[in-house]
């Protein structure tokens, strides 16, 4: 069994930042893609950013440069710093790997942590 937690959300001012993490635990042979969703009240889950084992990284356009994906490989563990963070950035956001355990591929979804930006 695989286990994401995150932590860093909470409420800040617009313009101000955060920086999520979310940490990969338990059995399992190695994580490919990790990457940062969220869901706003009334919509539909979106990407906001993903990145490879690789270190290769997307993101949709509404947090181009403002938000920054970045992963310690070592520990299994995502990061994203949100920057400039606007009223719209405010959501729950969810941690996503995609999981190698020894039979078989799939993906862990984290339990969530929200992010309000108000003033």
């Known amino acids: 069994q695989v286990q994401l937690v995150e932590s860093g959300g909470g409420l800040v001012q617009p313009g101000g930042s955060l920086r999520l993490s979310c940490a990969a635990s338990?059995?399992?042979?190695?994580?490919?893609?990790m990457g940062w969703y969220r869901q706003a009240p009334g919509k539909q889950r979106e990407l906001v950013a993903a990145?490879?084992?690789?270190?290769?990284?997307n993101y949709a356009d509404s947090v181009k440069g403002r938000f920054s994906i970045s992963r310690d490989n070592a520990k299994n563990t995502v990061y994203l710093q949100m920057n400039s963070l606007r009223p719209e950035d405010t959501a729950v956001y969810y941690c996503?790997?995609?999981?190698?355990?020894?039979?078989?591929?799939?993906?862990?979804w984290g339990q969530g942590t929200q992010v309000t930006v108000s003033s």
């Open positions: 996503k790997a995609d999981v190698f355990e020894r039979l078989r591929r799939r993906d862990y």
């Open positions: 338990g059995s399992f042979l190695s994580v490919a893609a």
């Open positions: 990145t490879t084992s690789g270190g290769s990284s």
